[in-house]
């Protein structure tokens, strides 16, 4: 294998995980992570090796933190890092970084009140630097006429979220043939960085899921919840899941999701939602104060449910992860998507399902956490 392929390789294997695990930054994690097992909860600065600032987060909140500058800035690891030596200052941008990292919490704290309202994606858009002077245009934008007008009328005659919810509960086939689904085991294939490989993903009602991927060359690697507690693993190593993770995860494992969202989400708010692949939506957020935030956008037509974006919070800004779901087939009485393309800021990738099995049995082994340490 070329020096080329192989790198192109270990991106795609990259993509997979820190997307597939909603797990920023799992290179720095998996070098610097103490014994998850250990009950007190650690700061940031008790975890990691030469905290200056954002000494006292939840230490589990750095790695997200990490991976929200990163995707802010649209820049990797080692722009501000000595590459498997994170603790060290030797590089300007780190510097500079903790200056920015004062800056955004000053500006917070001293005019809105600590909420997060300019992070660093406000000024950076994606760039390492950002731009200060107005871009020139020559078509010089048109205030739409009577937008406010047109705003209200579209708010006025939206459907409730409960009507929502209640049509998308139909469309996939009512309550009752969802609860005959005890288990499911989905097979086929999944596109990342341009590389196709297998996957196989097993769900046990009501929220047990494992993702199995096999790379080229062998092993596996496994994304997995079991209701109470989550993990990762690849090649010689494995990650468990923080708190906020496994939320996600939580989200990701409902079997019975279109009866539960309402049991898990007490707070919804309908908006109009932006066209789909030419498919008008209503857009239903979900809010929780424990559970990620969810924006679900429902096909008007349909109502089956076309995108799910969900935010995890950091102490610096909001990770957003979006999943679109296409391709739905009916079998058992239920209407499933056969394909899903899940996008992070650090990658996408897309899963192709070519054979579906339920009320099957599974290996409860699955389910089982691994005992050994994590990795180092």
């Given at each position: 294998?070329?020096?080329?392929?192989?790198?192109?390789?270990?991106?795609?294997?990259?993509?997979?995980?820190?997307?597939?695990?909603?797990?920023?930054?799992?290179?720095?994690?998996?070098?610097?992570?103490?014994?998850?097992?250990?009950?007190?909860?650690?700061?940031?600065?008790?975890?990691?090796?030469?905290?200056?600032?954002?000494?006292?987060?939840?230490?589990?909140?750095?790695?997200?933190?990490?991976?929200?500058?990163?995707?802010?800035?649209?820049?990797?690891c080692e722009f501000c890092h000595v590459e498997h030596e994170m603790q060290k200052d030797d590089k300007k941008e780190k510097q500079t970084a903790r200056k920015m990292i004062a800056m955004e919490l000053a500006v917070n704290k001293g005019h809105f009140d600590n909420e997060l309202e300019v992070t660093c994606y406000t000024c950076h858009r994606g760039s390492a630097h950002p731009v200060g002077t107005p871009i020139l245009s020559a078509d010089a934008p048109k205030?739409?006429?009577?937008?406010?007008?047109?705003?209200?009328?579209?708010?006025?005659?939206?459907?409730?979220?409960?009507?929502?919810?209640?049509?998308?509960?139909?469309?996939?086939?009512?309550?009752?043939?969802?609860?005959?689904?005890?288990?499911?085991?989905?097979?086929?294939?999944?596109?990342?960085?341009?590389?196709?490989?297998?996957?196989?993903?097993?769900?046990?009602?009501?929220?047990?899921?494992?993702?199995?991927?096999?790379?080229?060359?062998?092993?596996?690697?496994?994304?997995?919840?079991?209701?109470?507690?989550?993990?990762?693993?690849?090649?010689?190593?494995?990650?468990?899941?923080?708190?906020?993770?496994?939320?996600?995860?939580?989200?990701?494992?409902?079997?019975?999701?279109?009866?539960?969202?309402?049991?898990?989400?007490?707070?919804?708010?309908?908006?109009?939602?932006?066209?789909?692949?030419?498919?008008?939506?209503?857009?239903?957020?979900?809010?929780?104060?424990?559970?990620?935030?969810?924006?679900?956008?429902?096909?008007?037509?349909?109502?089956?449910?076309?995108?799910?974006?969900?935010?995890?919070?950091?102490?610096?800004?909001?990770?957003?992860?979006?999943?679109?779901?296409?391709?739905?087939?009916?079998?058992?009485?239920?209407?499933?998507?056969?394909?899903?393309?899940?996008?992070?800021?650090?990658?996408?990738?897309?899963?192709?399902?070519?054979?579906?099995?339920?009320?099957?049995?599974?290996?409860?082994?699955?389910?089982?956490?691994?005992?050994?340490?994590?990795?180092?």
């Open positions: 294998m070329s020096n080329t392929q192989k790198k192109k390789w270990l991106i795609a294997i990259a993509v997979v995980f820190l997307v597939l695990s909603c797990v920023g930054g799992a290179r720095l994690s998996a070098q610097t992570q103490a014994n998850p097992a250990a009950e007190a909860p650690k700061t940031a600065e008790q975890q990691f090796k030469n905290i200056q600032v954002l000494k006292e987060i939840p230490a589990d909140q750095l790695i997200p933190t990490m991976q929200f500058i990163a995707a802010s800035l649209g820049v990797e205030p739409a006429p009577h937008v406010h007008d047109e705003l209200a009328q579209a708010h006025a005659n939206l459907p409730t979220a409960d009507q929502i919810l209640d049509k998308y509960l139909t469309a996939v086939g009512g309550a009752d043939a969802l609860q005959k689904i005890k288990s499911r085991v989905q097979r086929g294939n999944i596109d990342a960085g341009g590389m196709q490989f297998p996957i196989e993903v097993y769900s046990e009602a009501p929220d047990k899921r494992v993702s199995i991927t096999h790379p080229q060359g062998g092993g596996s690697s496994v994304t997995a919840f079991n209701g109470e507690v989550g993990w990762l693993t690849i090649r010689d190593g494995f990650h468990r899941m923080t708190a906020p993770e496994r939320e996600a995860a939580r989200i990701d494992a409902q079997l019975y999701f279109p009866i539960r969202v309402r049991e898990l989400y007490k707070e919804f708010r309908v908006r109009p939602g932006e066209e789909i692949n030419d498919r008008a939506t209503y857009l239903v957020s979900a809010r929780d104060p424990n559970r990620p935030s969810l924006n679900l956008y429902f096909d008007q037509e349909t109502g089956l449910l076309l995108r799910q974006i969900r935010y995890a919070q950091t102490p610096l800004g909001k990770n957003p992860t979006q999943i679109e779901y296409a391709d739905y087939k009916g079998i058992d009485g239920v209407k499933i998507p056969y394909r899903w393309t899940l996008t992070r800021p650090n990658g996408s990738f897309t899963i192709k399902i070519d054979q579906v099995q339920q009320n099957v049995p599974i290996d409860e082994k699955l389910f089982v956490p691994p005992s050994e340490p994590p990795a180092k």
